[in-house]
């Protein structure tokens, strides 16, 4: 079994896929004369701007919902195998990949928006819609959706899960049993209530719980700050070759930095634009711009906590492609949360390995809320009038035995399943949505053009020459109606 999902993983993550997350990403930001930098006081205005209805989310609500998926173990457990792996030199590939995949993010929501539907009072929508309506590739939208549904309704849940058990077990001795059985009580509850108990627990965990551990790092930070600049070189220097223990895996660098930064913070991977379609809005770009800002939450803020955490204190380790250790900083401790629960530990006794442990809850458990509302979207997709209901249910209780499943069983086959699965839809994603960067890219024209000339600005799928934008048509022709209504009553 192992070495069946190791194979898997490693034709799935070959280095064409490093190149395509990159290249994506590098061709994006060009295109889009970086956005992530000129927008980024409009990313953070909007940030908080529209209301919920009844039929969606708020901006902020799609922003927290995005956040719960990218935000999960990825973070913690994610960033202390890359850096084991690739040495500190990851780090900075990580970051790499946030600053180019913010454009990425930029596209795909933005696409999700354009394409999305109002399908049983609630806007769904993500690359199954867009792929269909906008490459009128049904076969490729249905290949997308069967592949989400696979890896976030069964492959992905178990990694973070089974990092929850880990660090609950290494904190305070619980077991893993018991930690699955209270696991799937908590799943079950949430996911039952439907889209807005989603949103709703999301808005109050996500940023609450992002926020607490940045601030316990910036504290590490402190508490170290002679050695930050020592760190930092150490991270440029590794990125490129140029130290002297660790240049020699440069290659190692670049792919778990890539890796492990595609599977943290999601930008291109095709999970983003699901909780983005929800929000509502007046332009699809509005909630782009919103996306690209999340992927900076993710990596250049909690995922550089971690990496500076694990670095300035020297708890962790780093092993060389044949697996000879060349730094070893931390004994009798597999790579992943122990890593960052050890640092804090010995930093903060008595509260480190506790914080990481429910830092770890918190964020991978709103992932796996996160990971069901993706799997849901693509069976609305699938059944759009409903007449599988069975479908659904099926689905949760999928998830759970998953949940359950991944808490007991080892670690090292729940991350290569979880990346085999991430790989799928990255690989199907990008495609789709480089086929397609000329509608998103209409649409950020639309919007600087509407912002310049001091507007609000206002999607017309129509002037803009986009077909299939059917939500959108339906929205502009019901505003024209009320309009004429309103001067012949006046």
Not at 186 to 194: K, N, P, R, S
């Amino acid at each position: 079994m192992n070495e069946l999902v190791s194979t898997i993983n490693g034709i799935i993550w070959s280095p064409a896929l490093i190149v395509l997350c990159l290249g994506a990403g590098l061709y994006f930001s060009l295109r889009s004369r970086f956005l992530q930098l000129r927008h980024f006081r409009e990313m953070t205005r909007i940030m908080f701007e529209g209301k919920s209805s009844e039929q969606g989310v708020s901006s902020f609500q799609a922003l927290t919902m995005t956040l719960a998926g990218r935000v999960g173990t990825g973070n913690i457990a994610g960033v202390a195998t890359a850096i084991t792996f690739g040495g500190p030199g990851a780090v900075f590939w990580m970051w790499a990949v946030a600053f180019l995949g913010a454009s990425s993010a930029f596209v795909e929501s933005t696409l999700g928006q354009v394409y999305k539907e109002q399908i049983a009072k609630e806007y769904r929508g993500g690359p199954a819609f867009y792929i269909e309506k906008g490459l009128g590739m049904k076969w490729y939208a249905l290949t997308f959706a069967f592949a989400t549904i696979l890896a976030t309704g069964l492959l992905l849940p178990g990694v973070q899960a089974n990092s929850i058990a880990e660090g609950l077990k290494t904190a305070v001795g619980i077991d893993p049993n018991v930690t699955a059985a209270l696991l799937a009580i908590a799943l079950g509850f949430i996911i039952f209530g439907g889209v807005k108990r989603i949103a709703t627990f999301a808005e109050l965990i996500v940023p609450f719980m992002a926020l607490g551990y940045i601030i316990v790092a910036c504290v590490i930070i402190f508490l170290h700050i002679e050695q930050l600049p020592g760190v930092l070189k150490l991270i440029f220097s590794s990125a490129f070759g140029l130290d002297a223990g660790f240049g020699a895996i440069i290659g190692m660098a670049i792919q778990w930095g890539v890796k492990r930064g595609v599977y943290s913070n999601e930008a291109g991977q095709g999970t983003g634009p699901h909780a983005s379609s929800a929000a509502e809005v007046s332009h699809p770009a509005k909630q782009g711009l919103v996306q690209g800002f999340s992927v900076y939450v993710d990596t250049l803020f909690v995922c550089s906590a971690t990496a500076f955490m694990l670095l300035i204190t020297g708890q962790y380790n780093v092993e060389g492609p044949n697996g000879v250790a060349m730094y070893t900083g931390v004994q009798g401790v597999a790579s992943g949360p122990g890593y960052v629960q050890t640092a804090l530990e010995n930093t903060m006794p008595g509260f480190g390995a506790i914080f990481v442990a429910m830092a770890l809850l918190f964020f991978a458990f709103t992932t796996i809320v996160a990971y069901y509302y993706i799997a849901e979207t693509n069976i609305a997709y699938i059944d759009r009038h409903a007449r599988h209901p069975w479908m659904k249910f099926a689905l949760k209780v999928a998830i759970i035995a998953a949940t359950v499943y991944g808490t007991v069983k080892t670690a090292d086959v729940a991350w290569a399943l979880g990346d085999i699965g991430v790989g799928l839809m990255a690989w199907l994603n990008l495609v789709a949505i480089l086929l397609m960067r000329n509608v998103a890219f209409k649409c950020l024209r639309d919007y600087e053009a509407q912002k310049a000339a001091g507007k609000d600005p206002q999607f017309d799928p129509v002037a803009l020459g986009i077909k299939n934008a059917h939500y959108w048509e339906r929205r502009l022709g019901e505003s024209k109606a009320a309009g004429e209504t309103e001067k012949v009553v006046g």
